[in-house]
Each structure stands twice: as C-alpha cells, then as structure tokens.
C-alpha cells in the first residue's frame, strides 16, 4: 500500500526525456564523423598555414574524441548485440558522448594553452570513463564467457588498450608539467601516446570483421580457429611491438612487423575472396567495400611502417627518422589513421547504424541481416561515390607527403574530411526517406 504510483502527468514528463536506442546511435555518428572533420580540416589548416599548434592539436582530436567514442559506444553496441544481457543504457551513452566532447575542449585549450596539466587531467578523466564503462562489461560477463566468443575477445582488448593509451596521456601531462623529476619513463611521449591510441581501434576492427564477415561465411569451423588464433598472434604482436620499440631493438621491430605484415595481406585476399562472393550472390554493400580499402590501407600502412622502422632512430628522437625521410613516417601514420581504422569504421558505420535505427534496438545486429540491403538503392550509390572521393583523397595525401607538396596536403585533407562528414549526411537523407 506504500508503494508510490506515477501520474499520467508525471510518465508523460518521464517519456518526453527519454532517449531511445535509435536516437542515441545517430547522436553518436554525428559527432563521430564532425570530430574526424574537424581533425582533418585543422590538419590541413597546419599544411597551409605551418602552424605548430594546428599541427599539434589535430591528432589529439582524432584520439581523445574519435578515439574514445568508437571504444566507449560504438564496441559496446558489438558486444551487447552477442551478449543481450550486457544492456545498453542511453542515458549513460549521452553522458559518455557529453563527457568526451568535453575531453576534446580540453585538450584543445592544454595545447593552445600550452597547460600540460589540463592534458594529464583529460587523461584521468578518460581512463575513469574507460574503467567505468570496463567494470560494466566485467560485472554482466564473466571472462570465460567473454573468452568463448573471439569477437568479444577483441572487443575486450580494445577496453584494456584504450585504458593504457589514456593513462599514456595522463602520464605525458605529468611528465610535460614536471620535466625535472624523472618520475615518469623517457618512453612516455606524444608519439607513443598515438601508438598506444590507434592500437585498441585497430583491434575493434579485426572482431568486427571476424563477428559480421567470416563468422557468418563458409567453413565456419576452420575460419573461428583462424581466426582465434589471429587474435592471439595480433594482440601479442601489438604488445610484443610496443615493446621492442620501445627497448630500440631493431631485429625484434623487424620480425614482429614483417609477420604482421604477412598476416595482413592474407586477410586482405581473403576478404576481397568473400566479398567478390557477396557481391556476386548477394547485393553490392559499400560497408564491406570500405572495410576491403580500410585493409588495403593497413597493407600500405605496414609497407610504410618497415621503411619507417629500417631508418628508425630511437623512441623519443625529434624527428623519429632522418629529415629527409619523415615523409615515410608521415605516410605511416596517416596510411593507418585516414586510411585503415577511418575506413572500417566509415564501413561498419554504415552496417550497425542503419540496423539500429531500423528495430530501435539492438535485435537486427543480432540477425543475418545485419548484411542485408537495409537502406535503398540511391543511398547505396552515393555510399560508393563517397568511398570513391575519400580514396582518391587518402591516396593524394600519401602523394602530398612523398612530393613535400603543401598545398596538395591541404586540399586532399579539407576534400577527406567533407567526404567523411558525407556519411551522416547519406544516412540522415535515407533515414527521412524512411519516416516519410
């Protein structure tokens, strides 16, 4: 008899404010894609200008607000759409899409500043909303729960990794404000910081690949043990990378990087095998198309990172390489940012954000259909022309690097981070469509 019954007015308020699953993921790619924009336009603004600040700042976009939004929101709807009972909260998604915004304020005014400890600060402030977002996936799973599926194995990693990445960024903060102390190691830089960042990324795309491709192929049975067995081979060789590099040994770079290598051009042939499969039986769907050039840049990006490690100096170095080779290192890493993880994840974009909004829910993921024609034919099309624009862009900043062309890095960046935008920009013109 105490128990309180809501009023019609007061469920009618409480349905006003809330925020359905469909809603959300949209939120989510709109800042997504404005932050990758925003990266690349600022980027490019350092080409043309040579401003040292633009030039500073733009990677510290990409990683503490792309970076941290794919992680936090966008592998959480991957790894709940396997496990149901690790629920997907939307208010608490908002708050994580709020909080990282307000990260990438901040570490715009550290750098414009030049207050170091503001960066240490973003950096505990990041690794709370990590921790916080780990312990719900550790309290719903249990870690042999989470070790059965190899999906979920990689989406656990890109947690872990993300956590250290930003620790890496608290501990740079530390170590810019106190310089004289040696308390925090010679390896903690900027350079190291983007390492660590790009890490858990690059993993979330081999379980996407694994959960929405070759899990759902033929020969199941062998393509699991495979791929189980890449997920070991990948995420040690991640770790076992890191630490040669920063220990400075040379054979142990080049070992771990040739296999790495290796593994990347045998998965590049499988996934251009199965998708001329798909596309032949099936439809043509631009998310496997751009998943298929995001690997064909990890390639580029492997070939550049062994030519980068062959003139390599030690960790720390300014510059990493001899000057008149720092476009390899430049190609590197731009061939893995603009090229590898912007591009798999423009395409699994373009897989889980029309599932979603589709049922309001996570249940379309959790079906075959997730690689069905969800969106219509003219989205389709202009998806592609979109994929089309962004590699001859991605490829002309590569160039731009090789030819020390200025100009030519402005432009191609200013024309990738429109062609990127253009995906919520597709997907908002096919959702109207829909509800028309």
């Known amino acids: 008899m105490n128990s309180e019954r809501k009023s019609p007015l007061q469920s009618d308020k409480q349905n006003r404010f809330a925020i359905e699953p ?9 800042v997504s894609v404005f932050i990758i924009t925003a990266a690349s336009f600022l980027g490019a603004a350092g080409a043309w200008t040579g ?29 709940s759409a396997i ?12 708050r994580s899409i709020y909080g990282v915004l307000f990260s990438v304020f901040l570490i715009v005014a550290a750098v414009y500043l030049d207050w170091p400890v503001l960066k240490a600060f973003v950096g505990l402030f990041l690794m709370i909303m990590v921790a916080v977002a780990g312990k719900e996936i550790f309290s719903a799973l249990s870690v042999g729960k989470i070790w059965r599926e190899v999906s979920v194995r990689y989406y656990i990693f890109d947690v872990l990794f993300l956590f250290v990445a930003n620790l890496g960024l608290f501990a740079l903060g530390l170590k810019e404000t106190f310089p004289e102390t040696g308390i925090v190691p010679y390896f903690v830089t900027q ?42 081979i990948f995420v040690g060789g991640v770790l076992v990378f890191l630490i040669a590099i920063l220990m400075g040994n040379y054979p142990g770079m080049m070992l771990v990087s040739h296999t790495l290598m290796l ?28 998943l298929l050039s995001g690997l064909a840049m990890l390639l580029a990006a492997s070939a550049y990172g062994i030519l980068n ?16 080779r720092m476009w390899i290192y430049h190609s590197h890493t731009h061939a893995a940012l603009l090229g590898w993880i912007t591009f798999s994840f423009t395409g699994m974009v373009y897989i889980v954000v029309p599932a979603i909004v589709r049922s309001n829910s996570l249940e379309e993921m959790r079906t075959e259909s997730a690689l069905s024609q969800l969106l219509d034919s003219r989205t389709l099309s202009r998806a592609f022309r979109q ?29 990738f981070g429109f062609a990127v935008y253009y995906s919520r920009v597709n997907l908002g013109k096919a959702f109207r469509n829909r509800s028309a």
Request: charged fraction near 10%; avoid cysteine.
């Open 387 to 415: 994929l089309t624009i962004a590699l001859v862009a991605a490829t002309s900043v590569l160039l731009a690097f090789y030819l020390e062309n200025n100009s030519l890095l402005a432009f191609a960046g200013v024309v």
């Open 309 to 324: 490690i062959y003139f390599f100096k030690w960790f720390g170095a300014v510059p990493p390489i001899p000057e008149d």
């Open 51 to 79: 401003s040292a600040f633009l030039n500073t700042v733009h990677p510290y976009v990409f990683f503490a607000g792309f970076g941290n939004l794919a992680i936090i929101i966008l592998n959480r709807y991957l790894i």
């Open 191 to 232: 350079s190291a910081y983007f390492l660590g960042s790009s890490f858990p990324l690059s993993i979330s795309v081999m379980g996407f690949l694994y959960a929405y491709v070759w899990r759902r192929s033929t020969g199941k049975g062998l393509v699991r043990q495979l791929f189980s067995i890449w997920s070991y």
């Open 83 to 94: 496990y149901p009972e690790l629920e997907v909260a939307p208010e608490k998604q908002m």
């Open 263 to 290: 593994g990347v051009m045998v998965l590049l042939a499988g996934f251009a095998r199965y998708l001329y499969r798909f596309f032949s039986s099936q439809f043509r769907h631009p998310a496997l198309a751009y």
């Open 22 to 30: 469909g809603a959300v993921v949209r939120i989510y790619l709109s």
